[in-house]
């Protein structure tokens, strides 16, 4: 995610993860809320924290200049360029610090030991599949708060908050109860469909904007050996980054908020059955590759980008992550999910975009205000037209795109947005509570429903019974949308 990305987890979930974001890339499933929440319990001797340095105008968060500092970023669908650039700045800072920077896709195995100890780095990108679980770090007192950061002067202007600089949405992102803000997401992911412009024109077909027009978009595609679909069938959490802004515009953006909130029988909601069966189409008319379910984030994607199907289920790092096997006139483009009808409670356009790729910064951290400096820099123009230059997506700093020629992908996510307007969907479970969206909802239902093992009824029932039992467990933080 992607990378909240699922693996980019983002993907954005990140990729992302959004895979997300950030959010898309890790490989191995994530553990159990028991086994999160045991971990997140504590324990072992706390490091020692490094003095405060002089505030400064050039220093503001007052860096120990000497103080070393530790970055852990997750080794995701952005690959780790841009964010060794950073550090170079940091290292120009304060050349009398030095950094250790590493790139893992084993964030929750790597760093949850060293949580428990109290001696975690200082700055992380808590992305991908192995994600530590948000919700347990904030219940359990684990993150530093950010506001430090956010009412720190900007890189580029002395005058100006770094808050003041963040796209729409970020700093909310972060919260989980109101203030304070725990988490700075440094992505900014456009989820939903993905495909080859160059394969929808050679079949004659424009971009579906009901399901009819969908349905009848991958009986062209069968026709001519084409997939209408595929998806990351061993991480079916990437579905929803189509599935939830459609079911936002078929019942209106309060069905995922209910959702979130693990309000009773949110599940049971008409808009949510409606298009449960619409997807169980997909499966049953034979529109999904072949071997799907078996197919890691990469496979599916390379499958994809090979033409092997037309429609990708994915968040804007996907452009990043399979530059290698993308054909030059692919004409990637992005679009928001059909909906149903003219009955839908929103327009076509309905999207999900948010922030991807979460950085934390552990409140046991040696040199907090260090991982607090090293995100002032990354939140510069600078950096963030790195960022955008080097891996294809937006970052959260509100700019950063001129002068930049745009990629296809880019381009297609901007469009998208402009599209969109004020019909941008956020929903918070990937978050919030990533062990039941990740491995309840994802593997257990949803992949189990378009795999043919589940029908629509079966998994709804399914799923409502899982979320049933998260309200209820009494171990679990409950966050809702203020």
């Given at each position: 995610?992607?990378?909240?990305?699922?693996?980019?987890?983002?993907?954005?979930?990140?990729?992302?993860?959004?895979?997300?974001?950030?959010?898309?890339?890790?490989?191995i499933?994530?553990?159990?809320?028991?086994?999160?929440?045991?971990?997140?319990?504590?324990?072992?001797?706390?490091?020692?924290?490094?003095?405060?340095?002089?505030k400064?105008?050039?220093n503001?968060?007052?860096?120990?200049?000497?103080?070393?500092?530790?970055?852990?970023?997750?080794?995701?669908g952005?690959?780790?360029?841009?964010?060794?650039?950073?550090?170079?700045?940091?290292?120009?800072?304060?050349?009398?610090?030095?950094?250790?920077?590493?790139?893992?896709?084993?964030?929750?195995?790597?760093?949850?030991?060293?949580?428990?100890?109290?001696?975690?780095?200082?700055?992380?990108?808590?992305?991908?599949?192995?994600?530590?679980?948000?919700?347990?770090?904030?219940g359990?007192?684990?993150?530093?708060?950010?506001?430090?950061?956010?009412?720190?002067?900007?890189y580029?202007?002395?005058?100006?908050?770094?808050?003041?600089?963040?796209?729409?949405?970020?700093?909310?992102?972060?919260?989980?109860?109101?203030?304070?803000?725990?988490?700075?997401?440094?992505?900014?992911?456009?989820?939903?469909?993905?495909?080859?412009?160059?394969a929808?024109?050679?079949?004659?077909?424009?971009?579906?904007?009901?399901?009819?027009?969908?349905?009848?978009?991958?009986?062209?595609?069968?026709?001519?050996?084409?997939?209408?679909?595929?998806?990351a069938?061993?991480?079916?959490?990437?579905?929803?980054?189509?599935?939830?802004?459609?079911?936002?515009?078929v019942?209106?953006?309060?069905?995922?908020?209910?959702?979130?909130?693990?309000?009773?029988?949110?599940w049971?909601?008409?808009?949510?059955?409606?298009?449960?069966?619409?997807?169980?189409?997909?499966?049953?008319?034979?529109?999904?590759?072949?071997?799907?379910?078996?197919?890691?984030?990469?496979?599916?994607?390379?499958?994809?980008?090979?033409?092997?199907?037309?429609?990708?289920?994915?968040?804007?790092?996907?452009?990043?992550?399979?530059?290698?096997?993308?054909?030059?006139?692919?004409?990637?483009?992005?679009?928001?999910?059909?909906?149903?009808?003219d009955?839908?409670?929103?327009?076509?356009?309905?999207i999900?975009?948010?922030?991807?790729?979460?950085?934390?910064?552990?409140?046991?951290?040696?040199?907090?205000a260090?991982?607090?400096e090293?995100?002032?820099?990354?939140?510069?123009?600078?950096?963030?037209?790195?960022?955008?230059?080097?891996?294809?997506?937006?970052?959260?700093?509100?700019?950063?795109?001129?002068?930049?020629?745009?990629?296809?992908?880019?381009?297609?996510?901007?469009?998208?947005?402009?599209?969109?307007?004020?019909?941008?969907?956020?929903?918070?479970?990937?978050?919030?509570?990533?062990?039941?969206?990740?491995?309840?909802?994802?593997?257990?239902?949803?992949?189990?429903?378009?795999?043919?093992?589940?029908?629509?009824?079966?998994t709804?029932?399914?799923?409502?019974?899982?979320?049933?039992?998260?309200?209820?467990?009494?171990?679990?933080?409950?966050?809702?949308?203020?």
């Amino acid at each position: 995610m992607g990378s909240t990305s699922a693996e980019n987890d983002g993907k954005g979930v990140g990729r992302r993860d959004l895979i997300k974001r950030s959010a898309a890339l890790g490989l191995i499933s994530v553990p159990t809320m028991s086994f999160l929440s045991a971990c997140a319990s504590g324990g072992g001797d706390d490091q020692e924290k490094a003095e405060a340095g002089e505030k400064t105008a050039e220093n503001p968060l007052a860096v120990n200049e000497s103080a070393g500092m530790e970055f852990v970023l997750f080794d995701g669908g952005f690959g780790k360029e841009y964010a060794e650039d950073a550090v170079e700045l940091y290292e120009k800072a304060f050349p009398k610090a030095k950094v250790k920077f590493s790139a893992t896709q084993k964030i929750q195995s790597t760093l949850q030991p060293r949580f428990n100890g109290g001696n975690p780095p200082d700055l992380v990108d808590n992305s991908g599949a192995e994600q530590m679980d948000m919700g347990v770090l904030v219940g359990k007192k684990q993150l530093a708060d950010l506001t430090p950061l956010l009412d720190a002067p900007s890189y580029d202007d002395p005058n100006k908050k770094v808050r003041d600089t963040l796209r729409p949405g970020i700093v909310e992102m972060g919260q989980f109860d109101g203030d304070p803000v725990w988490i700075l997401y440094y992505a900014y992911t456009v989820y939903g469909n993905w495909y080859s412009q160059k394969a929808l024109d050679s079949l004659d077909a424009e971009y579906p904007q009901t399901w009819d027009e969908m349905l009848a978009v991958c009986e062209k595609a069968k026709k001519k050996g084409m997939a209408g679909w595929t998806y990351a069938g061993k991480y079916p959490y990437y579905i929803p980054f189509s599935m939830s802004p459609m079911i936002a515009k078929v019942g209106g953006a309060e069905v995922l908020k209910a959702i979130d909130n693990l309000e009773p029988n949110a599940w049971k909601h008409p808009a949510v059955k409606t298009v449960f069966e619409a997807w169980y189409e997909l499966y049953k008319k034979g529109y999904i590759l072949k071997g799907t379910p078996g197919l890691d984030h990469i496979q599916s994607q390379t499958a994809w980008a090979k033409g092997d199907a037309l429609f990708l289920p994915n968040g804007s790092w996907v452009e990043n992550e399979s530059a290698k096997v993308i054909p030059a006139d692919f004409g990637l483009t992005v679009s928001a999910p059909p909906g149903i009808d003219d009955n839908d409670k929103m327009p076509f356009g309905t999207i999900w975009a948010s922030g991807g790729e979460p950085f934390i910064v552990p409140v046991k951290a040696a040199n907090g205000a260090g991982g607090m400096e090293q995100l002032r820099i990354m939140l510069s123009e600078a950096s963030s037209k790195n960022f955008t230059s080097k891996v294809k997506s937006l970052s959260a700093y509100n700019g950063g795109t001129d002068g930049i020629e745009l990629t296809p992908g880019l381009k297609a996510g901007v469009a998208a947005l402009e599209l969109a307007g004020d019909n941008v969907v956020n929903p918070r479970m990937q978050d919030w509570y990533v062990q039941l969206q990740k491995e309840k909802i994802g593997v257990s239902c949803l992949g189990e429903m378009m795999a043919g093992r589940l029908t629509p009824a079966e998994t709804i029932k399914k799923i409502q019974g899982y979320a049933d039992e998260a309200a209820k467990d009494s171990s679990i933080k409950h966050y809702k949308h203020q």
